[in-house]
């Protein structure tokens, strides 16, 4: 009996990892504050959303596990996000959104994003680059929850008892959350996730129902311990 011979053929395009595609106007802050913010700025949190854009079937957060010495991974399940050149940290990865922590990035410009598979390998496929206008900061509030009905209120928390509030009195301290407020001072990179408290480098002005807080009634503006969160 003779042994059959077996012959490699060219691998097929089904056997190729597919090209991930961003949306037209798919890079946006990740509040998703109305109208969307479509700028972007070192250490804001994105939103890109489109299709193929991880190779997994499966939702994927950044977990305690993926951290890279207290910061969030660069690769999540092969993918990673470049901004400007530079490999962003990824929060959450699906097949049709990614959310990231921008890099360090030039004050004014532009910047392209690129969403890439199989990252670092010989056979990495880039999507789609999208050019994207870069400014010092990026402000946007972090609301309880969107709906049909429209954005709830901003999220307001009590500093004393940690309860949300929807109504402040006077006298009352409260937190509010921001994302995209820029750089901090002293050598905070971005991706940094736990307890730390850099402030803000650039100045912030708060107002409230249209009158300008005085600066002493702000108590402090910086990170969070939550990476790309005010």
Do not use: W
């Not at 009352?172 to 850099?198: C, K, N, R």
């Amino acid at each position: 009996n003779s042994t059959p011979t077996f012959v490699a053929g060219p691998a097929t395009q089904a056997s190729l990892p597919s090209q991930p595609a961003i949306d037209s106007q798919g890079v946006v802050g990740a509040a998703l504050d109305q109208p969307l913010v479509q700028t972007i700025s070192g250490n804001g949190m994105l939103s890109i959303f489109g299709s193929r854009l991880s190779g997994v079937a499966s939702v994927q957060e950044a977990q305690s596990s993926n951290l890279v010495n207290s910061y969030l991974p660069q690769s999540l399940s092969s993918t990673c996000v470049d901004v400007g050149g530079v490999e962003s940290y990824l929060l959450y990865l699906s097949k049709g959104q990614i959310n990231a922590v921008a890099p360090l990035l030039a004050p004014l410009g532009q910047a392209s994003v690129e969403v890439v598979s199989n990252c670092g390998q010989p056979n990495e496929i880039r999507s789609n680059a999208v050019t994207m206008p870069v400014a010092p900061a990026t402000p946007e509030f972090f609301l309880s929850e969107h709906d049909a009905k429209g954005p709830s209120p901003v999220i307001m928390v009590d500093s004393q008892t940690g309860v949300a509030l929807k109504t402040a009195h006077p006298g009352e301290l409260i937190t509010l959350y921001l994302g995209g407020l820029g750089v901090l001072s002293g050598s905070f990179e971005p991706g940094l996730v736990g307890l730390h408290a850099e402030s803000l480098a650039l100045p912030i002005q708060v107002s409230l129902d249209g009158a300008i807080l005085p600066a002493a009634a702000v108590l402090y503006c910086g990170a969070t311990g939550d990476a790309g969160l005010y």
